[in-house]
């Protein structure tokens, strides 16, 4: 089982919590959490429904393995139709707050309709209710967490919630869970606030009981657990260093683009980089980062917990900012980092710390603001007052603009579109480094060929968490492949596809996919679940899944011709590093891959192809 | 030779395998809002503390008792809880100092830490070791090693 069998619906319009059993027949066909809710949703929802309107939905869900001892079996993720891309949305996040929805005895939550004003969902093991969030509207998610805490004199209790950012609109605003972890990319977040919902609280005390063979599930995920431990990524680079292992790795490779992806090497990513998160700082002696962390049942530790100097420009006088709190990870440390040309660590710890607090997924917002600084520069944005100076490697702006967008200020107003709107607003199309609107993460594919053919097709946009063909074309897992050849990638990546939509819809980490294979999966959750898994039956799992999101991206609207790149990543060479010369050879790789998933040559599941994933 | 639970603070990363493993070892299944071990975060400071009984040699706890359902295990030194005896008073929960005594309202009776008759499954669980089992009469042998050895190097040095 390790299902707990039993979803609440919340209607925020009705203001109604009503417990409804868990559709097994899905649960055998999607397992749980991305799969699953997605099914939920596709089900549910019209696929050219209003992402931000009352008839969309958005669901939060866990898998079977999560709230159980798997290593990462805490995750949770968030499912709606994302208001950057108008495509299905799935973010997925980690802390203890998924496994706090399992213990109170629920898989999932489906909140429809809009609320009237303000509310926040507690819930207490198998009691839920909506309650006014009047007083905490506006807040940020840290004061959020510690008002709910307060407010029902429970600091046990675990807090998901929107800050200003998706209250005001942001459109890649997030949901941060525990401080510092969210369900960062896609706008759902912007969702959230568009219900006026303002948090989710729940403590959940019944624990879970519901193992298929609890002894043959601890042999499963003790002999799993050795397998991160001896690998040199799960068991050694990720602890020490997170993922910022990779800054300085990625720039040798000539894969870190750099000021709005005109350059794809960073001349400041050793200053950026993990390893300067470790070194002590000239000004007060004491290294950024305090210690590394995991979120719930984590035996890899991966998590940054950084402190600021207190003196730096950015904190002088905000000591709301001078704990410790969630600190770089690489996509951030990239996208606030590399992206806007910034190598100053501490404003960019700072920006992200900003990005936890008000709800707001750094990724997108650096990447956006790498693309005003480029309109800045070309002139586009003169008749625009931008506030600062805003320029390329401008640590400033960059504190500055963090701040007004965080805020809706000026013109973070502007900023809170995102590159592709803001871009298209100013005559600039073509400078919104997105695909289907959403903003690349970080690694080039000019350099890493197989990425870009992983983002042209990724169901919710560019994003590295939907085939992460770089283990396989910079790390050599599970096997090493040519990153500047484009032979075997269009295979390689639907293999990872399909694989990562398993992972995620089992409810553990796809961190540990630098260690595990389906091979390691599929024993635990064969020993914790209803059914017979096996090695097949998750990658079918996994290409179903990502089929049915497929499925519904064209139904919405979406169709092959937005399985693209933009054109500077098709047109305009790398001008340094191994890749000097190259650029993004998608049209050699996508026919390839429409034909291995058994698509047409326009990018449509065939009929046999929907009739064996039974879709 | 008796083994205490030692706990070292800044090995501890916040997984809470320990406290899946404590529940799981002693209600039968995970459900760590009744394990004997819990693990505090200190998030301003960025840091993470498990804590759980020490097994104190003359126990608040066992000598509060009034019906005298607490009794020591001879080999582990365990403070251990009668569940046939205890009758839900609370009055150890008062007398304890470090509040790792707690009432179960799910059974009516009070759990505590019993070192699981002497492998405890919280430091089999702990990824990191953060949380050992050693001789309860050396738990400060890491410390005194590292100490040794720094002065050593720095008498050398000079």
């Known amino acids: 089982m390790a299902w707990q069998k039993k979803i609440l619906r919340v209607n925020l319009t009705e203001g109604t919590c009503t417990p409804e059993p868990l559709n097994m027949e899905w649960a055998a066909e999607y397992l749980g959490q991305r799969g699953l809710a997605t099914k939920y949703y596709v089900e549910e929802c019209d696929p050219q429904v209003d992402p931000l309107s009352p008839a969309s939905k958005l669901i939060m869900a866990t898998g079977p393995l999560t709230g159980t001892d798997a290593s990462t079996g805490g995750r949770y993720s968030v499912i709606t139709k994302g208001p950057l891309t108008g495509a299905i949305a799935c973010s997925n996040s980690g802390g203890y707050f998924g496994a706090e929805m399992k213990f109170a005895g629920w898989d999932m939550i489906i909140f429809e309709g809009k609320a009237d004003s303000p509310v926040y969902l507690f819930i207490e093991n198998d009691e839920a209710e909506l309650l006014s969030a009047d007083e905490i509207w506006g807040k940020t998610t840290w004061d959020t967490e510690e008002w709910v805490h307060t407010r029902h004199q429970d600091p046990q209790i675990r807090v998901s919630s929107i800050g200003p950012a998706g209250e005001n609109g942001v459109m890649y605003a997030c949901i941060v869970n525990d401080l510092h972890r969210a369900a960062g990319r896609s706008g759902v977040g912007t969702v959230m606030g568009s219900k006026n919902l303002k948090a989710v609280a729940i403590r959940g005390t019944l624990g879970l009981n519901t193992i298929k063979d609890p002894a043959r599930f601890m042999e499963a995920t003790t002999a799993a657990k050795k397998v991160l431990v001896d690998n040199a990524v799960t068991g050694q680079g990720l602890p020490t260093y997170g993922t910022q292992v990779l800054m300085n790795v990625i720039n040798e490779i000539g894969a870190l683009w750099t000021r709005n992806h005109r350059d794809v090497q960073f001349e400041g990513a050793g200053k950026i980089s993990g390893e300067a998160m470790h070194e002590p700082r000239a000004t007060d002696g004491k290294p950024n980062l305090v210690t590394n962390a995991a979120c719930f049942a984590c035996t890899i530790a991966c998590g940054r917990i950084s402190q600021l100097d207190k003196n730096h420009f950015t904190v002088q006088n905000k000591p709301e900012y001078w704990g410790a709190s969630g600190g770089l990870e690489y996509e951030n440390a990239w996208s606030l980092g590399a992206a806007t040309g910034t190598d100053d660590l501490e404003a960019l710890t700072y920006a992200n710390f900003l990005c936890n607090a008000y709800g707001m997924d750094p990724i997108s917002f650096g990447t956006t603001l790498a693309a005003a600084m480029e309109l800045n520069e070309i002139g586009a944005l003169d008749d625009v007052d931008t506030g600062d100076d805003m320029v390329f490697g401008s640590a400033q702006a960059l504190a500055s603009l963090v701040e007004s967008t965080c805020k809706s200020e000026g013109f973070g107003v502007e900023l809170g579109l995102g590159s592709k709107r803001l871009c298209e607003k100013y005559g600039h199309p073509e400078l919104s480094m997105s695909v289907k609107g959403q903003e690349f993460p970080a690694y080039d594919s000019r350099g890493i060929q197989g990425m870009g053919l992983a983002y042209a097709t990724s169901n919710r946009g560019a994003c590295h968490l939907r085939g992460y063909t770089v283990a396989s074309e910079v790390l050599g897992i599970p096997v090493k492949t040519d990153p500047l050849a484009t032979e075997g990638k269009a295979g390689l990546v639907k293999a990872f596809q399909d694989a990562t939509a398993a992972f995620d819809s089992a409810g553990i980490c796809i961190f540990t996919s630098f260690a595990w294979t389906l091979d390691d999966v599929a024993p635990q959750v064969d020993a914790a679940c209803e059914g017979t898994w096996t090695l097949d039956s998750l990658a079918e799992l996994g290409e179903r899944v990502w089929n049915l999101e497929r499925d519904f991206n064209l139904k919405a609207g979406l169709s092959g011709k937005d399985d693209t790149l933009p054109k500077r990543i098709l047109t305009e060479p790398a001008k340094t590093g191994p890749a000097k010369g190259m650029v993004s050879k998608l049209g050699e790789m996508l026919p390839e891959y429409y034909q291995l998933r058994g698509w047409s040559e326009d990018g449509v599941p065939t009929d046999e192809t929907r009739k064996r994933l039974g879709l | ?158």
């Open chain 2, 1 to 158: 030779m008796q083994r205490s639970l030692v706990v070292d603070p800044k090995k501890c990363t916040g997984c809470m395998q320990c406290e899946m493993a404590c529940s799981l070892e002693n209600e039968g299944f995970v459900v760590p809002s009744r394990s004997r071990i819990r693990v505090f975060a200190f998030h301003d400071e960025g840091r993470y503390a498990p804590f759980t009984c020490t097994q104190c040699s003359e126990a608040w706890c066992l000598h509060a008792c009034p019906v005298n359902a607490i009794t020591i295990d001879a080999s582990t030194g365990a403070k251990v809880i009668l569940d046939t005896v205890c009758v839900g008073c609370r009055v150890c929960t008062i007398a304890c100092p470090f509040g790792t005594i707690n009432y179960a309202s799910n059974s009516g009776k009070v759990i505590k830490c019993d070192l699981c008759g002497g492998e405890p499954a919280c430091a089999h669980a702990c990824p990191t070791g953060a949380i050992t089992y050693q001789d309860a009469d050396q738990t400060g042998l890491d410390r005194m090693r590292r100490w040794a050895g720094e002065s050593l190097s720095s008498a050398t040095a000079q």
